[in-house]
């Protein structure tokens, strides 16, 4: 026979020590890795750490335990039992059909194992779905209420928005018996591509979509949630400390499915209330000529799917696109970020990020693939053929819409 | 006199002068041939098998290359080298070719190759139909292929295609429509398939093979087949309503019409978790053959094995909404399928235990079957240990719709499915071929896969774990993706330049094979009955059916015990094995009318989305030659039909055989 190379022992050491490394640096390197902001093993919050610490690294060590000691019995048999040739050995080993104590022994085994893996899910599930009823004061308007933490968030080719209701407030039954995305209750607050939230508080998500199916997800705060059209899933996430954690669309959710990012900004309480006292307020009118020019050409162009309130929110109806919506500029300015959470507003030295602005308002689907066909529903933000000039206008007339946010916002929205 | 003379030729039975006169409309029956024709209107299993294969092989290089310009895309952050819309196809593609135009019709070939030579058959129960299956199941190939020509692009909503993305209003072009009508005539194809392989398995084992006798990888090939036949039903009615709602506006997935926007995920998942099992468990069979071969042992705990596959088929239908623990299920369904996707590891897990103790003990020689048999094990635990980390709900959504799965289930498809299906290919070459395939280059070729594969799919546990979205045609810098991405890019290349040696590996050992000492009937000195006839496999496969007195009968027949216990050659595998020189034996005919019904599908698919009128001339190509197979005549008049009684394994004698289990029975030679 022509055949009958062995495998040496190195190589069969080497093969398998492959696999024992491979499986250690899964955990090494997830648990290590500092500058990775999706990190799913960098809990920042009671809930995710909780996930993590009940839900996640038991299982790991339980699948490393196992991993490991399948990959010695291997390696093990490998070694001991190789031949070079049958033709120098024809000894026959002796005939083991089979042993059934043991086998049911090792199927008992994996069951014990399996059951020990489904205590713990049954022991990390209901703190995953548990909710906390806590409520937090919050001025609006003027007057003080008892904010139960809520932000409705809604997915959109390709960007997501979030509403905050605090004088009239919804909840998730409500929502479910209205059943229509489309339609939501008019907000006290709707932003797009960040969400604000007060650290220390448990944050009720009430996720849904207006288009196709998307998915919510800030890996240090929580897992994630599918946006199901017309759906209204609860989800919660809750933050220890301020500081903008990022999140990125996990549900493949067609053309710019990547380009489909948000982020959550935990601030304190105070500086929460200051947000809210803020961005509840209507945009007012710019006094800079250039800006004012900017509110021309907004109302003349980009009303027919943008809504700035104070400006146009009594006559807009519906945006031009498939979902029926298109991010509230209202207050632009104050995100750190646009274009569905992937281009930095402004530069690490705190100054408007006016080339990536200019340019995203010179041809959007350069920057961002979107889907725009005459004739059909728009799904993105289609090129306008604004003149430079007009571009200058509304450039300023954007900056000025919304106060900045914090210098440590900006600085962290810089990834690098 | 020259009439005298002809009479007898003429006139067999009273039977054969009723084909004098043929039915109208019906061509002659085509003759077999060693000519291309011939290969066109085969029946036989063994050919049909290889064009499977060769088929399978080719989209492999397809979905190979899909899988290069992925890598190649993501191999920096930021990359130019597709559009995000060219991405969403390729991937799309790329997770449809490599599903159902490699891994599941590669495991066709095995079992349309090994079924009817392992339970000692001469074909299948329905040739004809075996056919068919392959030749629907290339004209869905090509047709869903031709969708890049035809509408300028593959589909482009994963091959999961989720409603409503994959409505005409989220999917206005025409990949979606070829990947709803192509998927449909693929899963016809695997339908009809596995409809003949249970029948075969069922009703044409040799006399004395009870079910609990059959070969461990012919077992896994039936439960497989029964997963086939109640899975493909559900995505078919799928993509049937996704068709529908496509080309006719149905609005069965419109949400905006008040459809439910889940349905489709459910009916997806249905299908497509017995789909892994589909396609992992032709690969266990073939690891179940190939470990004992070479570790000189029977297979350790075979009944284990049985029911542990049995199990696994069942409780793989109890899963399927483990994919969607974050769709916004409640916490008892979420709970449920949690449990129940932990508890399918137990039967897994044993598997995998009784492999490592067929090798207890063993004399293990590491030919290159068996090194990638032995990395099948090895790398499918680390696909299963991953499955169990997220099978664990809470986790799972810190983990789902992330590299991380995808590193699992390339783990599973790739490391448990396609490892293990190249274990078979080195395993069965000189069987199929009559030479070996070169061990010294597969040697480097299953080196350079396994290392190109762990260097591929381990670092995205990584990048998962990272928070690495999948489906994603770009990532940005500073995320710290951008190492271990590089890494799989290269790791990638590396697995294709595997592929590049082991197509250089098929052809080398055909030009080397004239040189180089036959491989004779059994090489590899293996357990089952395909080792019995000679290499390559005669056309009637048995000279005589063999009777079968114990599992792996074949092996018995080479070998017995002593008093002390000690295995003692009996016969030689020369001495003992058949001589394939039978003639006379009946075997059913070629008909070119499968491959006939076959041609008028993708006619009715390219009506439905552009013209009615092209349907019309597709459903009279199919309906015409379905009406024509019906009035062929059965056997071919002028075939051999001078030997009555060993080819009887077609006809009604084979239900009693199948049951008799009796081991009384004296073998025939």
Not at chain 2, 240 to 259: H, I, K
Request: aromatic share 12%; net charge negative; proline share 6%.
């Amino acid at each position: 026979m022509t055949t009958g190379r062995i495998v040496k022992p190195v190589a069969a050491l080497r093969r398998s020590g492959g696999l024992l490394l491979t499986a250690m640096g899964v955990l090494i390197a997830a648990g290590c890795a500092s500058d990775a902001e999706l990190d799913t093993f960098a809990p920042q919050g009671p809930i995710s750490e909780e996930l993590h610490n009940r839900g996640v690294l038991p299982v790991f060590w339980i699948a490393a335990v196992v991993l490991v000691g399948i990959s010695i019995a291997m390696i093990y048999l490998i070694w001991r039992n190789r031949v070079k040739n049958y033709d120098t050995d024809d000894e026959w080993p002796s005939q083991t059909h089979g042993h059934v104590p043991l086998e049911v022994g090792w199927t008992v085994g994996f069951f014990l194992t399996m059951a020990a893996v489904a205590a713990l899910m049954l022991w990390s599930l209901p703190t995953v779905n548990a909710t906390e009823d806590n409520t937090m004061a919050v001025e609006i308007d003027g007057r003080s209420v008892d904010w139960e933490p809520t932000v409705v968030v809604v997915g959109n080719q390709w960007w997501w928005e979030f509403r905050y209701y605090f004088s009239d407030q919804v909840d998730l039954a409500e929502l479910r018996a209205h059943g229509d995305a489309k339609t939501l209750p008019p907000a006290d607050i709707v932003t797009s591509g960040q969400m604000i939230i007060p650290t220390g508080e448990e944050i009720e998500l009430i996720v849904t979509s207006r288009d196709v199916i998307h998915s919510f997800w800030i890996p240090a705060l929580n897992g994630k949630r599918d946006a199901v059209p017309n759906r209204f899933s609860p989800w919660k996430i809750q933050a220890s400390s301020p500081g903008l954690y990022f999140g990125q669309c996990t549900e493949f959710c067609g053309l710019s499915h990547s380009r489909m990012r948000m982020q959550t900004v935990a601030l304190d309480p105070a500086d929460f209330q200051a947000w809210v006292n803020n961005t509840s307020l209507d945009a007012v009118e710019p006094v800079d000529p250039e800006a004012l020019a900017g509110q021309e050409v907004f109302a003349g162009i980009c009303t027919s799917c943008h809504v700035v309130e104070g400006l146009n929110d009594d006559v807009f109806e519906r945006a031009d696109q498939a979902s029926g919506a298109a991010p509230n500029l209202t207050h632009f300015a104050n995100r750190s970020t646009f274009a569905g959470g992937i281009f930095n507003s402004y530069n690490a030295d705190g100054s408007l990020n006016r080339t990536v602005l200019e340019a995203w308002l010179r041809n959007p689907s350069e920057l961002k693939a979107n889907y725009i066909v005459p004739g059909e529903q728009y799904r993105g933000m289609p090129n306008l053929d604004l003149n430079e000039a007009q571009i200058d206008q509304l450039v300023a007339y954007l900056a000025g819409l919304g106060a900045k946010p914090a210098g440590w916002i900006i600085e962290a929205t810089q990834v690098d | 006199m020259a009439i005298v003379e002809k009479q007898p030729l003429e006139l067999g039975t009273a039977d054969t002068v009723s084909y004098a006169e043929k039915p109208l409309g019906v061509f002659t029956r085509p003759q077999g041939g060693r000519g291309w024709r011939d290969w066109l209107s085969t029946v036989d299993h063994k050919r049909i098998g290889i064009l499977y294969g060769v088929s399978a092989m080719f989209f492999f290089l397809v979905g190979g290359v899909q899988a290069l310009l992925i890598r190649l895309q993501l191999a920096v952050p930021d990359g130019s080298v597709l559009s995000a819309d060219v991405y969403n196809q390729v991937y799309t593609m790329h997770g449809v070719t490599m599903v159902f135009l490699f891994i599941m019709p590669l495991a066709a070939a095995f079992a349309n190759y090994f079924i009817p030579l392992q339970i000692g058959a001469r074909d299948v129960a329905f040739p004809r139909l075996n056919a068919l299956s392959f030749w629907v199941w290339l004209s869905g190939a090509i047709f869903l292929n031709t969708s890049w020509i035809v509408a300028g692009g593959g589909a482009d909503c994963g091959w999961f295609c989720y409603a409503p993305n994959s409505g005409v209003a989220f999917s206005p072009s025409h990949g979606v429509d070829f990947y709803a009508i192509g998927l449909q005539i693929l899963g016809l194809a695997s339908l009809v398939s596995a409809v003949n392989l249970i029948v075969t398995c069922l009703n044409m084992r040799a006399p004395g093979m009870t079910l609990m006798r059959m070969p461990i990888f012919t077992w896994m090939l039936l439960i497989t087949q029964f997963l086939l036949l109640f899975a493909l039903p559900v995505i078919t009615v799928a993509l049937f309503l996704l068709m529908f709602d496509r080309v006719f506006d149905a609005q069965f997935f419109n949400v905006d019409a008040g459809a439910d926007p889940l349905l489709w995920q459910h009916l997806f998942w249905i299908f497509g978790h017995p789909e892994v099992y589909i396609i992992v468990l032709p690969a266990f069979g073939v690891v179940s053959e190939v470990i004992p071969t070479f570790s000189r042992k029977p297979l350790f705990g075979y009944e284990f094995m049985v029911f542990s596959g049995i199990a696994i088929g069942f409780m793989g239908w109890g899963v399927w909404a483990h994919h969607m623990f974050v769709s916004g299920m409640g916490p008892i369904s979420v709970a449920a399928f949690s449990l129940s996707t932990m508890f399918i590891a137990v039967p897994t897990g044993v598997k995998v235990l009784n492999w490592l103790a067929t090798m207890w003990g063993g004399k293990i020689r590491f030919t290159v079957a068996m090194k990638f048999a032995v990395a099948t094990v090895a790398m499918f635990t680390i696909g299963g240990l991953s499955g169990v980390t997220h099978s664990v709900a809470p986790a799972n959504t810190q983990q789902t719709d992330t590299y991380y799965i995808v590193a699992h289930f390339h783990y599973v498809i790739f490391g448990g499915g396609v490892l293990g299906l190249f274990a078979g290919l080195y395993f069965w070459w000189p069987k199929i071929w009559g030479h070996f395939l070169s061990e010294r280059v597969g040697n480097w070729h299953f080196w350079l896969t396994l290392v190109g594969f762990n260097l591929t799919f381990g670092p995205m546990h990584i990048l998962g774990l990272q928070g690495m979205s999948r489906r994603i045609d770009s990532y940005a810098r500073g995320y710290g993706f951008e190492f271990w991405n590089l890494t799989a890019t290269i790791g990638s290349f590396l697995i294709a330049a595997a592929t590049a040696l082991f197509l250089w590996n098929v052809f080398k050992s055909r030009r080397d094979a004239p040189y180089l000492p036959p491989p004779g009937p059994d090489p590899w000195d293996a357990r089952s009955l395909e080792w019995s006839v000679p290499s390559p496999v005669p056309v009637h496969n048995f000279d005589t059916v063999p009777q079968i007195r114990s599992r792996d009968d074949w092996w018995h027949t080479k070998y017995g015990e002593d008093s002390t216990g000690k295995v003692v050659q009996v016969a030689t595998a020369q001495e003992a094995a058949q001589t394939g020189e039978a003639t006379g034996v009946h075997l059913p005919s070629p008909s070119f009318w499968p491959l006939s019904v076959a041609l008028g599908l993708p006619l009715i698919g390219y009506g439905l989305i552009f013209n009615l009128w092209f349907a019309l001339i597709g459903a009279l190509v199919t309906i015409g030659s379905l009406y024509s197979w019906a009035l062929e005549p059965v056997d071919d008049p002028d075939a051999a039909h001078d030997d009555h009684d060993d080819h009887d394994d077609h006809d009604d004698g084979s239900n009693d055989r199948a049951v008799d289990n009796s081991d009384s029975n004296e073998a025939t030679p």
